[in-house]
């Protein structure tokens, strides 16, 4: 560890593995905008949406994109998770999830274009 002139100490050693970062996100939680998003956030985040100012909500973009992904802190059991694809855009796919530990799980999944678990969801369609 070295110590700089603010006083804090700090390595050069980057960790073994490099945490993936999503930029050029839209990302609204609690009134606050992101533009950028890793996983460690991500669930940071959603644990603080029972404080938050804003509303008890999450929403993740992509900028020029239709579809999305949100979450809503329901109750301390009860996170509600909707998306919006570019297949059906007058449509929005909901389901309920008990903690959000999984919201962050299946927000990441969705970040990451890998929809195995989110594909394996009940989802309760609506027309918006």
């Known amino acids: 560890m070295k110590n700089d002139e603010t006083g804090h100490e700090w390595t050069d050693v980057l960790p073994e593995t490099a945490p993936t970062i999503h930029r050029n996100l839209d990302v609204t939680v609690g009134g606050r905008t992101l533009t950028t998003l890793t996983r460690t956030q991500l669930s940071y985040w ?12 999450m929403t993740v973009s992509r900028p020029d994109h239709p ?55 009940q989802w309760e369609r609506r027309t918006i």
Not at 46 to 57: A, E, T
């Open 46 to 57: 959603i644990s603080k949406l029972k404080y938050s100012r804003g509303g008890p909500f």
């Open 67 to 121: 579809e999305f992904i949100q979450t809503y802190r329901h109750s301390d059991t009860d996170y509600y998770l909707e998306i919006r694809s570019p297949d059906s855009l007058d449509e929005l796919a909901s389901t309920t999830l008990r903690d959000g530990e999984s919201a962050a799980e299946l927000i990441w999944e969705w970040l990451e274009r890998r929809g195995t678990r989110l594909d394996a969801l």
